[in-house]
């Protein structure tokens, strides 16, 4: 049996979300494993200013691709992004908030933890506050 995931509180990986479902594996979670080359360890809460960022880098997050199983996002999901894209925003001042509870631990390999404290939305009752 693998072991749990740990997020960076260093505790168990908690689900980011289900609707929509997220995660490289999507399993709701920002678990990672070899075959994730982007590393999408980062559980953010989605703005309007960070999709219209990413859509100018060429990541296209808001628009629907159903032959993918991709509903699109909107302001207000949460969804797994790779760590270096919310590091990208972070340099551009629109870093989406996050979620430390369901952000992976490997994720301090890209960003600081302080950048990630002053970004973080608290969790009540398991959902974002």
Known sequence: MPKPQRN???QIL???STNPMTGFYRTGCCETGEDDSGRHLICSLMTTEFLAYSKEQGNDLSTPMPQMGFP???AGDQWCLCALRWKEALAAGCAPQVVLESTHH????FVSMED???????RAGGLVS
């Open 106 to 109: 490997n994720a301090l390999q």
């Open 14 to 16: 908690i689900p980011c």
């Open 116 to 122: 990630l404290h002053s970004h973080a939305v608290h």
């Open 8 to 10: 960076v509180l260093g």
């Open 72 to 74: 699109g996002l909107k």
